[in-house]
């Protein structure tokens, strides 16, 4: 076992003989979430927050699971040798919700100092599925993300005279607007793509028009030509209202190096998973499920290694809370990240631990 790869990282390999060699990974951050769940063993933990002040921890995206399975993985594996021939590369993860880990631990040597995967395959808790299910979507699965900022310089003036002044509340709002047009107008009408302006940060007072208005943008497409479409798209409308409206300079436009890539499950993998799990868990706890424009890094460990990947999903509702959530009126569920997501442990895990071991016994069996 290695640790501190890529900054808190840990690899340890299985070897077994002449075989594939599959990776299968997990991610275990944490976010700055206080858990509101009011179970038992709730946590308590608190830290030091990026703005100074303090603030709870919890796994409100499940990664105590993916930790817990990623050990029992491990534990059968090395204790059922006789089953299986290949190397099985565990990979614990840290980073994943910055979008950075995967990236940290690759330009670290992942796939140098270890051996280079043949499959790479990883699972995620599902919210919004029952305990003891799993899903799976071929294909493009989760979005690229990326992040945008821009600052639109104006010249401040009082509320009272705007003749006298360059709004950049204005021009902020005008581009809000526009800057759909860039979905709906210059991304093909077949293919995904989302463009959500989720912060415009502008003044201090009632009557005073600021200098400047700045906006947190996030961007979420499939493809990379889709990608460069929309941040392209969104330079051009920055730019241009900033013509109209005459500013005295170009707006301030950066995206974040870096981005979390799209995750794509290779459709001969993902079939043959399908049959796997059926024949695990029986045909009627696996679903497909529809793609995602949320983000996971997973994506960067088959874009750099060119390996065929999985991300599959583990239902992790309680089974009282998902048939309330299925009346009318019922409450929803939690969803990931939420301060009251709970997850059912005890069911969800066996269901997933049971899965996996099936998939590498199929993908690492002696004389394949």
Known sequence: MTVDVGGHGVVSVLENGDGPVVLFRADMDALPVREETGLSYASKVEQIGADGTKVGVMHACGHDIH??????????????????????????????????????????????????????????????????????????????????????????????????????????????????????????????????????????????????????????????????????????????????????????????????????????LSARAMGVFARTLGAEHVVERAPSMGGEDFGRYGRVSGAPGLLFRLGAAPAAAWNESLQPGGAPLPPLHSSRFAPDARKALPAGIRASVALLLDLMAPGN
């Open 67 to 268: 930790m817990t399975h990623l050990l029992a993985l491990g534990e059968y594996m090395a204790s059922h040798r006789g089953l299986w021939r290949g190397t099985l590369v565990l990979v614990a993860q840290p980073a994943e919700e910055l979008g950075r880990g995967a990236l940290a631990m690759i330009e670290d040597g992942l796939f140098e100092r270890f051996p280079r995967p043949d499959y790479s395959l990883a699972l995620h808790v599902e919210s919004s599925m029952p305990a003891g299910q799993v899903g799976l979507t071929p294909g493009w699965a989760m979005a690229n993300v990326d992040a945008v900022d821009i600052t639109f310089f104006g010249r401040g003036g009082h509320g009272a005279r705007p003749h006298q002044a360059i709004d950049p509340i204005i021009v902020a709002a005008e581009f809000v607007m526009a800057v759909q047009t860039v979905v709906s107008r210059r991304t093909p009408a077949q293919e995904a793509a989302v463009i959500t302006v989720g912060a415009i940060r502008a003044g201090t007072k009632h009557n005073v028009i600021p200098d400047s208005a700045h906006l947190k943008i996030t961007v979420r497409s499939y493809t990379d030509a889709v990608r460069e479409t929309l941040l392209d798209g969104i330079r051009d409308v920055a730019r241009g209202v900033c013509e109209v409206h005459r500013c005295d300079k170009p707006p301030a436009i950066s995206v974040r190096e870096n981005y979390t890539p799209a995750v794509y499950n290779d459709p001969a």
